[in-house]
């Protein structure tokens, strides 16, 4: 049985950092994508970042958040720069059977989701 637990969301002044873990067990996912999605309230959830070794990001991010992997740990991780209130979100981890470049940005390619996270920006 496959399980990813996040951890590391919190409550951060506008500028601030944070840094998030995903933890996955019940299977090694080294070959395979990895992402971060996001859902605010009232919204639906959005693509943040993805890898296969190299990633992808949305363009909201691109320059302020970097994902990163693990896979002899199998860990995955978002570090969060420059973080702004529109980042405020439950930040959920998931995890793909997919192999190849570039690694997907659509929801329906991740079979396996965290719990989530609670990201919360104030300015």
């Known amino acids: 049985q496959v399980q990813l637990v996040e951890s590391g969301g919190g409550l951060v002044q506008a500028g601030g950092s944070l840094r998030l873990s995903c933890s996955a067990a019940?299977?090694?996912?080294?070959?395979?994508?990895m992402g971060w999605f996001r859902q605010a309230p009232g919204k639906e959830r959005d693509f943040v970042a993805a890898?296969?070794?190299?990633?992808v990001y949305a363009d909201s991010v691109k320059g302020r958040f970097t994902i990163s992997r693990d896979n002899p740990k199998n860990m995955m991780y978002l570090q969060m720069n420059s973080l702004q209130p529109e980042d405020t979100a439950v930040y959920y981890c998931?995890?793909?059977?997919?192999?190849?470049?570039?690694?997907?940005?659509?929801?329906?390619?991740?079979?396996?989701w965290g719990q989530g996270t609670q990201v919360t920006v104030s300015s």
């Open positions: 890898s296969t070794g190299s990633a």
């Open positions: 019940g299977r090694t996912f080294s070959s395979f994508a």
């Open positions: 998931a995890a793909s059977n997919t192999v190849g470049w570039p690694p997907p940005r659509n929801l329906a390619a991740y079979p396996y």
